[in-house]
């Protein structure tokens, strides 16, 4: 079984500054990760995913996040922020094999981008 | 992108009755499409998982006769809140798994949910 733990519930920042949203997960086998953002009245979509390989990963909208194992963290950040950015953060695990897509997610963040 | 929708966005009933939620993908065909629940200020729980032509599998603690789940084509699934009571009152979401490509590179698409109140 996997869990995921998102150490923030709210994130307020101003326009252009720097942010990270943290994330902790815990899993007795290899895991993917995952971070999606949710906007008001939309579905969840995906920001990035690390699989394998490079630690430091790039999503779209100039996310990016970086995978520790030893910490056993996926946190993510941008380095300034727009007003556009104000959103739902969820990060989110999947085994693999046949559990692979079968999502175990965190209590998201609300990351709010002030002017 | 590919899009999945959600129909009704919004429900409310009363107590007994029962709801049927549909999740379609609109431009793709999925095979597998999953079930979550949302409650307020928590996080998204994995229901089921609905597989196109098959039986659903349910989660832990998911009863599957108060969930009835049909994924009766490669384009819809639907969730049935059978005898619906007021804790079951929750956003239901759902997202389609897309059937063309391979392994860890295809990318679930969400729908926008459904807030089901019952009252």
């Known amino acids: 079984a996997q869990s995921v733990t998102q150490l923030d519930s709210q994130v307020p920042v101003f326009e252009e500054a720097p942010v990270e949203l943290r994330c902790n997960y815990s899993s007795s086998v290899s895991v993917y990760l995952f971070w999606y953002v949710q906007y008001p009245n939309q579905g969840l979509q995906l920001l990035l995913k690390?699989?394998?390989?490079?630690?430091l990963v790039k999503g779209i909208n100039g996310f990016e996040a970086e995978f520790n194992k030893s910490q056993t963290s996926f946190h993510l950040r941008k380095p300034s922020v727009h007003i556009s950015d104000t959103a739902e953060y969820f990060c989110a695990v999947s085994a693999g094999g046949t559990s692979y897509g079968k999502l175990t997610f965190g209590q998201g963040t609300i990351l709010t981008v002030h002017p | 992108g590919a899009v999945v929708s959600q129909h009704p966005s919004r429900v409310i009933c009363k107590s007994g009755t029962s709801v049927k939620i549909e999740c379609r993908s609109l431009?793709?065909?999925?095979?597998?499409m999953f079930w979550y629940r949302q409650f307020p200020k928590q996080s998204l729980m994995l229901m089921a998982t609905s597989n196109e032509g098959s039986k659903a599998t349910y989660e832990q603690g998911v009863e599957k006769d108060k969930f009835l789940i049909n994924h009766a084509s490669l384009t819809l699934s639907t969730l049935t809140v059978t005898s619906a009571h007021p804790e079951d009152s929750s956003f239901y979401i759902c997202s389609a798994l897309p059937s063309h490509g391979q392994g860890l590179e295809v990318e679930q698409f969400f729908g926008p949910g459904t807030r089901l109140t019952v009252l």
């Open positions: 431009d793709f065909q999925a095979t597998t």
């Open positions: 690390y699989l394998s390989g490079s630690t």
